[in-house]
């Protein structure tokens, strides 16, 4: 499986989809940043700089920075936390959101590209198996 992945991975990384999906937003924005505005895109709510770190797997000073930055441009906002008002939590703006919309899309488009020809039962298997790799995968990482 290993070799499958690292095939997939260089194929996706030489095809540039990250950086055409990132050029889709019309931002010029690093993978941090873009990672940020997605993490906060698939949250049910806004997010302490703490959480956005751990769902990263980074430190938080990095997160920090880049949250500083993305509200500079306007895409993120910081909000009071209702559950204690002296934590703010981070939210993306409605601009940000488009642009993790654009980027998730033109992602989603290029997969569905990909996969057009195969037969229905294969594409709802694969979406199926790979949904219980990434729950596996997360459940093995929580683990101590």
Known sequence: ????????????NRGRLTQQATEATGLALDR???TILL?????????????IA??????GPHVTRQVQ??????LVRRVTDPNDRRASLIEATETGTEAANRYTATIV????GVIADWPEND???L???????ADDITTRLNQP
């Open 1 to 12: 499986m290993l070799p499958r992945l690292a095939q997939l991975s260089t194929a996706i």
């Open 32 to 34: 941090p940043a873009m």
């Open 39 to 51: 993490t906060l895109s698939m949250a049910d709510s806004a997010l302490r700089v703490g959480e």
């Open 54 to 59: 751990d769902r990263m797997q980074v430190v």
């Open 69 to 74: 930055a993305l509200e500079q441009r306007g």
């Open 109 to 112: 488009d290029w997969f569905r």
């Open 123 to 125: 594409r709802t298997e």
């Open 127 to 133: 979406g199926r198996l790979l949904g219980k790799l």
